[in-house]
């Protein structure tokens, strides 16, 4: 057990999928795992283990937020193993041509700042992804014909936006969309020596004001799941 998850040693697998939300990781866990265990519930941020196709998943909660993010990957990596950590959340397209439900695979996340910027001082990290995992991500869904971008992301500190000038830098140098948690995950996992990914769903859109529902981000982002479960278990 650690401060924040309260799983025994062993109830946690080696692949690990990361939403943010609680309720989307109890529906996922419900959806595609066989035999799933609620393994943490610390905080009520959700997090169960089970089985697919086989193969040993958990699917835990990170909240919202880099520095959430940080607290729960690192305590997944240091003190349980995990190995493979795929995030699985929503995210707003910066784009006209990125569309709502799009899928989204990250290959790389700019960010103003993250949890480990002290560490890197002067220096501008570029955390990017894990190659095998982008391109078993990237085959699954054209094999699956789901319409996906590739490409380059915004971690923002902020949900709410302010810096409008800023967006609009990204979007100039062609950012797909903004979330708030990738950049911290894929810097932890080059730290540690972990493969990382975010395979992200279009939940809103930042040109256009459109957007789903709080339902639909809960439990209506399947595609998204299936993909980061057959990535895991192909790259």
């Given amino acids: 057990m650690t401060v924040h998850i309260g799983a025994k040693p062993g109830e946690i697998a080696e692949t690990v999928l990361m939403p943010g939300d609680p309720y989307r990781a109890r529906w996922a866990a419900e959806t595609f795992l066989q035999d799933a265990v609620l393994v943490n519930q610390v905080r009520g941020m959700l997090g169960y283990t089970g089985m697919w196709r086989g193969s040993r998943v958990t699917i835990q909660a990170s909240g919202m937020g880099m520095p959430s993010l940080s607290i729960y990957a690192n305590e997944l990596i240091r003190d349980y193993g995990a190995q493979t950590l795929i995030r699985i959340g929503s995210a707003g397209a910066l784009q006209p041509h990125v569309g709502l439900r799009d899928i989204v ?131």
């Fill in 105 to 235: 695979l990250a290959q790389a996340a700019s960010s103003t700042g993250n949890p480990s910027r002290s560490i890197f001082r002067d220096l501008h990290y570029a955390p990017i992804a894990d190659f095998g995992l982008l391109r078993a991500a990237h085959d699954a869904a054209l094999r699956r014909g789901v319409k996906t971008h590739v490409g380059g992301i915004q971690s923002s500190d902020t949900f709410y936006d302010e810096r409008r000038d800023l967006s609009e830098q990204l979007q100039r140098h062609g950012a797909l969309c903004v979330e708030m948690e990738t950049a911290e995950l894929y810097t932890l996992a080059a730290r540690y020596g972990r493969r990382a990914l975010a395979i992200l769903t279009i939940s809103d859109h930042v040109l256009t004001g459109e957007e789903t529902t709080s339902a639909e981000r809960e439990t209506g982002f399947g595609t998204m799941v299936e993909l980061a479960l057959e990535t895991a278990f192909s790259a």
